[in-house]
């Protein structure tokens, strides 16, 4: 959905789906309240430009605003953010929630701890409920956004089907980019644990290329890459396909980027770049 297509309406309907999950057992504190407070009948506008939201540019140097960020928290956790996020290199806007606790180094051993873990774990749970619950109420998201990209059109002859890897941890992302990746034509595979796509490569493989989130609990991205070069028949085209900047991305282990909340259309010139 555009920018202007979206109301302060539904913004103030995210707020309150969005604390109603966070904050289950009890009132958000005060400053959480006064920073999701939203006059639905306002212009957009004036609540984007408000003091509490942080307005971030689709890249270094862009003119474009990329995402609009209002850190409310969750009860176990204060950094838990609700974004409206432009999908990269597109002009449709969605609802995410940015669970913001991979923002440690990449390489920390702080990933590693069982209370660490649990707190990731405990994060994207409130993520899938939260999301899914806009997605009910009508309210723009990713999963509504692939939806109607696959209703409106057909993307490719289905002559060719190469093999597509999908490993990401978010149930819906796989389920929606499975069908939108077979209605283009491809063969699909999908793993929601690095565990689980090198099994499944290993077992169904050839692969012809991988789409890879980076931020998963437990073994990441990362670790998935390294470990599909060393042990995968023949080498394929690798994709972080992540929430992560660009710039926080180790390039030597993939071959190509494409940021998360993800426009299809570009997802697959990407994908058809590398194999057809």
Same mark, same amino acid.
């Given at each position: 959905?555009?920018?202007?297509?979206?109301?302060?309406?539904?913004?103030?309907?995210?707020?309150?789906?969005?604390?109603?999950?966070?904050?289950?057992?009890?009132?958000?504190?005060?400053? &959480?309240?006064?920073?999701?407070?939203?006059?639905?009948?306002?212009?957009?506008?004036?609540?984007?430009?408000?003091?509490?939201?942080?307005?971030?540019?689709?890249?270094?140097?862009?003119?474009?605003?990329?995402?609009?960020?209002?850190?409310?928290?969750?009860?176990?956790?204060?950094?838990?953010?609700?974004?409206?996020?432009?999908?990269?290199?597109?002009?449709?806007?969605?609802? &995410? &929630?940015?669970?913001?606790?991979?923002?440690?180094?990449?390489?920390?051993?702080?990933?590693?701890?069982?209370?660490?873990?649990?707190?990731?774990?405990?994060?994207?749970?409130?993520?899938?409920?939260?999301?899914?619950?806009?997605?009910?109420?009508?309210?723009?998201?990713?999963?509504?956004?692939?939806?109607?990209?696959?209703?409106?059109?057909?993307?490719?002859?289905?002559?060719?089907?190469?093999?597509?890897?999908?490993?990401?941890?978010?149930?819906?992302?796989?389920?929606?980019?499975?069908?939108?990746?077979?209605?283009?034509?491809?063969?699909?595979?999908?793993?929601?644990?690095?565990?689980?796509?090198?099994?499944?490569?290993?077992?169904?493989?050839?692969?012809?290329?991988?789409?890879?989130?980076?931020?998963?609990?437990?073994?990441?991205?990362?670790?998935?890459?390294?470990?599909?070069?060393?042990?995968?028949?023949?080498?394929?085209?690798?994709?972080?396909?992540?929430?992560?900047?660009?710039?926080?991305?180790?390039?030597?282990?993939?071959?190509?980027? &494409?940021?998360?909340?993800?426009?299809?259309?570009?997802?697959?010139?990407?994908?058809?770049?590398?194999?057809?």
């Amino acid at each position: 959905m555009k920018l202007d297509q979206i109301t302060s309406a539904m913004l103030a309907e995210a707020m309150r789906i969005y604390l109603d999950i966070a904050y289950p057992d009890g009132e958000p504190p005060a400053h &959480v309240q006064a920073m999701a407070r939203v006059d639905p009948d306002a212009p957009l506008e004036a609540a984007l430009g408000g003091e509490y939201v942080d307005a971030r540019p689709l890249r270094p140097g862009s003119e474009l605003v990329g995402k609009y960020l209002w850190r409310l928290g969750n009860a176990r956790y204060p950094h838990m953010k609700l974004g409206l996020e432009r999908c990269s290199e597109g002009d449709d806007f969605v609802f &995410v &929630v940015d669970t913001h606790d991979r923002d440690l180094p990449l390489d920390s051993e702080a990933y590693d701890s069982p209370e660490y873990q649990e707190l990731i774990r405990h994060n994207a749970r409130l993520k899938h409920l939260i999301e899914t619950r806009f997605h009910l109420a009508g309210l723009p998201t990713v999963r509504g956004h692939l939806v109607q990209y696959l209703r409106e059109r057909c993307t490719v002859s289905r002559g060719r089907r190469r093999t597509i890897l999908v490993v990401d941890d978010d149930e819906g992302i796989l389920e929606l980019g499975q069908a939108l990746l077979e209605e283009a034509g491809y063969r699909v595979l999908t793993a929601s644990s690095s565990a689980e796509a090198l099994q499944r490569c290993h077992d169904e493989g050839p692969v012809d290329l991988c789409l890879l989130d980076v931020m998963m609990p437990g073994l990441d991205g990362r670790y998935c890459a390294v470990q599909l070069r060393d042990e995968a028949t023949g080498r394929f085209p690798i994709l972080y396909v992540t929430a992560l900047p660009r710039e926080r991305v180790r390039s030597d282990l993939a071959d190509g980027y &494409v940021g998360k909340p993800f426009d299809p259309d570009h997802l697959l010139e990407v994908i058809r770049k590398h194999i057809g």
